[in-house]
């Protein structure tokens, strides 16, 4: 199994350009979500998704849109990118099994907006 | 709504010490806790977490955590550190009864020196 992967690791935007960050897992889990981490902001929840077809805001989510493709993908857009979004974000998932609330963490998107 | 406060930002401790990274929560309900871990440029992987049951709960690379209901309160800690335990640690809350959410406290780096 590769867990959760995300790609891109790296990018480097311009002000205003718009992308998409990619995140898939192959563990069968019902749930994803997207965070950014900022230095000494630990991490902060963009998007989740509990099931396939649904999706909610979390504590940032103005300036990004989210699809969740189907079950094993979840994707991160920004429209129009700013330098406010310059972070690393992270994809994780997490299953529904009795005693296993924790997320799986994918390895990150460092983004760099200029 | 739950909140997390990690009260140390940067802990320095040498190889073979003893380190306890502090962990306090808030919430009107009750909890599931858990510690990550995240070694620089990766992303986070689970260290321990506290379900139900025994309050001190162990993982298996010598770290421990016990839940303290009255102090609300999960502090982390290992009687002897190794120089590969150097990384961001990072103590999260869930709500019981199904919440889809973490929230996370803002991260405790611990360098540990020769």
């Known amino acids: 199994n590769a867990g959760v992967t995300q790609t891109p690791k790296f990018q480097v935007l311009k002000t205003g350009q718009s992308m998409t960050l990619q995140c898939a897992q192959d563990m069968n889990h019902n749930s994803m979500y997207w965070y950014r981490q900022d230095p000494g902001m630990g991490l902060r929840l963009i998007y989740y998704?509990?099931?396939?077809?649904?999706?909610d805001k979390g504590e940032v989510p103005n300036g990004y849109n989210v699809s969740r493709l189907n079950k094993r993908e979840f994707s991160l857009r920004l429209e129009s990118a700013a330098p406010s979004q310059t972070s690393v974000y992270f994809c994780?998932?997490?299953?529904?099994?009795?005693?296993?609330?924790?997320?799986?963490f994918g390895p990150g998107t460092r983004l760099t907006v200029t | 709504a739950q909140s997390v406060t990690q009260l140390d930002s940067q802990v320095p401790v040498f190889e073979e010490a003893p380190v306890e990274l502090r962990c306090n929560y808030s919430?009107?309900?009750?909890?599931?806790l858990f510690w990550y871990v995240q070694y620089p440029n990766q992303g986070l992987q689970l260290l321990l977490k506290y379900l139900s049951g025994s309050t001190l709960v162990e993982s298996i690379n010598g770290f421990e955590a016990e839940f303290n209901k009255s102090q609300t309160s999960f502090h982390l800690r290992k009687p002897s550190v190794h120089i590969s335990d150097t990384a961001e640690y990072f103590c999260a809350v869930s709500e019981t009864g199904g919440s889809e959410k973490l929230v996370f406290g803002k991260g405790t780096k611990l360098t540990v020196n020769p």
């Open positions: 994780a998932s997490r299953g529904r099994e009795v005693l296993s609330y924790e997320q799986y």
């Open positions: 919430s009107s309900v009750s909890v599931y």
């Open positions: 998704s509990a099931s396939e077809g649904t999706t």
